[in-house]
């Protein structure tokens, strides 16, 4: 299992305009092999910040979606973004 998870920093006056353009990235993540969640979602105290959520059954296909059309080009610039991969193990009830 493989999780990829951080936050994506924004202006803050483009972040609903750059949640929106990635809608149907989100769409296609969730229809493709592989995959078991993704999300890009609003953090509610700090205006720039989107965390970033994903989890995904193998790297290969992780790599599949990756290699699939991006966005729309007009998406507002992510001007830092610190998200990381995880190998999961094990996985247990909490």
């Not at 993540?29 to 592989?34: E, L, N, T």
Request: hydrophobic share 35%; glycine share 4%; proline share 10%.
């Amino acid at each position: 299992m493989i999780i990829i998870a951080g936050e994506l920093r924004v202006d803050p006056a483009e972040r609903d305009r750059y949640l929106d353009a990635v809608t149907e990235v989100t769409r296609l993540a969730r229809q493709a092999d592989g995959c078991h969640d993704f999300v890009q979602a609003p953090d509610p105290l700090d205006p720039s910040r989107i965390t970033v959520y994903e989890r995904w059954e193998s790297d290969e296909q992780l790599h599949a979606f990756r290699t699939t059309p991006g966005p729309d080009p007009h998406v507002p610039a992510v001007r830092t973004a610190d998200v990381r991969k995880y190998r999961i193990s094990e996985v247990e009830e909490p």
